[in-house]
């Protein structure tokens, strides 16, 4: 297991990021890194290097500290990915290039792990969990755990394994949340405002999502896609399109859902979800993304429909291989 003391050891400036477009895992884990080594190292420089996350985590201690460009030519004596790849950190790929020594922190089952030293487990509900894991190996960093690293920490774990209903959820999720509450934060609270509640942008552009999505393969896969034109109908933004593909997934019959939206001339961003038997890491992969079992994405280019139909080949070719092509 990966010693983060140890693999910081004697450096004086260390950067964490994650992959473009945060989830709330991604910004859990980052921010609860660094809050970790702000007391693990006083004496360090450590940053967070990442998109600007969406306005409901403004509440969680150091989003305000976040470095949301790289346009400060800084070179890191280490640098941290975590939820991703280094090629998926977007600008902060700029920093991951020059640090002096990379580690690599995920839990993606397409991530075989990269940089000078990693810890990836895919069996994991979310990048939090693993981070959760490195610090709970060692007493000393336990006792560094107070009620805003375990609250930050909470809101990355609850993100990705949707508030413990996913089946990315072990008893051993349970366990580490049950420890996370006993800190004394308001959970119920914090799943609402981060996880359900949504800005009137934000349902609008939702329901116009659900009311064009159309159903494939009999039912069993539902799609739907936001042009740019939409977006800007509605004045929304790629943050408020978060948590469209489970509204998708949850349409009774439907085992993969599907949300593409334009991000660029011919260019998507495709979000998959699977309820049992399709492994969606899979579709991801293949066309040169990554992801978990049940969520997972990628970006694609060329004609929409052309996209859809490549995606279908390989929707079909799973349930053939399982049985469910009928």
Same mark, same amino acid.
């Given at each position: 297991? $990966?010693?983060?003391?140890?693999?910081?050891?004697?450096?004086?400036?260390?950067?964490?990021?994650?992959?473009? !477009?945060?989830?709330?895992?991604?910004?859990?884990?980052?921010?609860?890194?660094?809050?970790?080594?702000? /007391? $693990?190292?006083?004496?360090?420089?450590?940053?967070?290097?990442? &998109?600007?996350?969406?306005?409901?985590?403004?509440?969680?201690?150091?989003? =305000?500290?976040?470095?949301?460009?790289?346009?400060? #030519?800084?070179?890191?004596?280490?640098?941290?990915?975590?939820?991703?790849? #280094?090629?998926?950190?977007?600008? @902060?790929?700029?920093?991951?290039?020059?640090?002096?020594?990379?580690?690599?922190?995920?839990?993606?089952?397409?991530?075989?792990?990269?940089?000078? @030293?990693?810890?990836?487990?895919?069996?994991?509900?979310?990048? @939090? &969990?693993?981070?959760?894991?490195?610090?709970?190996?060692?007493?000393?960093?336990?006792?560094?755990? =107070?009620?805003?690293?375990? *609250?930050?920490?909470?809101?990355?774990?609850?993100?990705?394994?949707?508030?413990?209903?996913?089946? !990315?959820?072990?008893?051993?999720?349970?366990?580490?949340?049950?420890? $996370?509450?006993?800190?004394?934060?308001?959970?119920?609270?914090?799943?609402?405002?981060?996880?359900?509640?949504?800005?009137?942008?934000?349902? *609008?552009?939702?329901?116009?999502?659900?009311?064009?999505?159309?159903?494939?393969?009999?039912? /069993?896969?539902?799609?739907?896609?936001?042009?740019?034109?939409?977006?800007?109908?509605?004045?929304? &933004?790629?943050?408020?399109?978060?948590?469209?593909?489970?509204? $998708?997934?949850?349409?009774?019959?439907?085992?993969?859902?599907?949300?593409?939206?334009?991000?660029?001339?011919? &260019?998507?961003?495709?979000?998959?979800?699977?309820?049992?038997?399709?492994?969606?890491?899979?579709?991801?992969?293949?066309?040169?993304?990554?992801?978990?079992?049940?969520? @997972?994405?990628?970006?694609?280019?060329? !004609?929409?429909?052309?996209?859809?139909?490549?995606?279908?080949?390989?929707?079909?070719?799973?349930?053939?291989? !399982?049985?469910?092509?009928?």
């Amino acid at each position: 297991m $990966l010693d983060l003391g140890k693999e910081c050891q004697g450096a004086l400036s260390i950067g964490i990021t994650g992959h473009t !477009n945060p989830d709330g895992d991604c910004i859990g884990t980052t921010l609860a890194l660094w809050q970790f080594l702000k /007391k $693990l190292k006083p004496e360090c420089r450590v940053d967070v290097i990442l &998109e600007k996350p969406a306005p409901e985590f403004d509440f969680i201690q150091g989003i =305000d500290q976040i470095i949301t460009d790289d346009q400060v #030519p800084f070179v890191y004596d280490v640098m941290i990915v975590v939820d991703s790849v #280094p090629e998926r950190c977007g600008h @902060a790929n700029t920093y991951v290039m020059r640090a002096k020594k990379l580690l690599n922190i995920d839990h993606h089952i397409s991530n075989p792990g990269c940089g000078d @030293a990693y810890y990836v487990d895919p069996k994991a509900s979310s990048a @939090a &969990e693993v981070l959760y894991d490195l610090i709970a190996s060692r007493q000393e960093y336990l006792d560094l755990i =107070d009620k805003e690293l375990a *609250q930050t920490i909470y809101v990355g774990i609850i993100h990705d394994s949707g508030v413990m209903q996913y089946s !990315n959820t072990s008893p051993k999720t349970l366990r580490i949340v049950a420890d $996370l509450i006993s800190y004394g934060f308001d959970f119920p609270k914090l799943i609402e405002e981060t996880f359900y509640e949504r800005t009137y942008i934000q349902s *609008q552009i939702t329901g116009r999502a659900v009311l064009e999505a159309f159903p494939m393969l009999g039912g /069993k896969c539902m799609v739907s896609m936001v042009d740019r034109k939409t977006m800007d109908f509605y004045g929304a &933004e790629k943050k408020d399109l978060s948590g469209i593909v489970n509204e $998708l997934r949850n349409i009774k019959g439907v085992e993969v859902a599907i949300f593409i939206y334009e991000v660029g001339t011919q &260019e998507y961003k495709i979000s998959m979800r699977s309820r049992s038997y399709i492994d969606v890491a899979k579709v991801a992969v293949f066309f040169g993304g990554g992801g978990h079992v049940r969520a @997972a994405g990628c970006n694609m280019n060329g !004609n929409f429909y052309d996209i859809v139909n490549n995606l279908m080949e390989q929707i079909v070719l799973q349930m053939e291989q !399982n049985g469910q092509d009928e």
